[in-house]
């Protein structure tokens, strides 16, 4: 069974920077489009990133509205792992950060315990 481990959050001023990281265990990742996902409390969670498997070609990447510009995903997939760069953070932001495959493409994998990101001065 897959497990996702994500990593790398925490409490950042406005305008700072983090890159999360996640862990993706067991041979299903590389074929896998994976995306970057985030929930903040009492909304649902969204999708924020996704990259295509880069098996074929480059991982093509999208974004959502809110973080274009500001956040990049990548993916090492000799290291079944998949990255977020987030730059430029802002309050809204704030959120628990998941990765897995994505959702608009494929199913889900069982979902991790996330990452907490706070921005705050």
């Known amino acids: 069974q897959v497990q996702l481990v994500e990593s790398g959050g925490g409490l950042v001023q406005p305008g700072g920077s983090l890159r999360l990281s996640c862990v993706a265990s067991?041979?299903?990742?590389?074929?896998?489009?994976m995306g970057w996902y985030r929930q903040a409390p009492g909304k649902q969670r969204e999708l924020v990133a996704a990259?295509?498997?880069?098996?074929?070609?480059?991982?093509?990447?999208d974004y959502a509205d809110s973080v274009r510009g500001r956040f990049t995903i990548s993916r090492d997939n000799a290291k079944n792992t998949v990255y977020l760069q987030m730059n430029s953070l802002k309050p809204e932001d704030t959120a628990v950060y998941y990765c897995?495959?994505?959702?608009?493409?494929?199913?889900?994998?069982?979902w991790g315990q996330g990452t907490q990101v706070t921005v705050s001065s």
């Open positions: 067991g041979s299903i990742f590389s074929p896998v489009a």
């Open positions: 990259i295509t498997s880069g098996i074929t070609s480059g991982g093509i990447t």
């Open positions: 897995n495959s994505d959702w608009r493409v494929a199913g889900t994998m069982p």
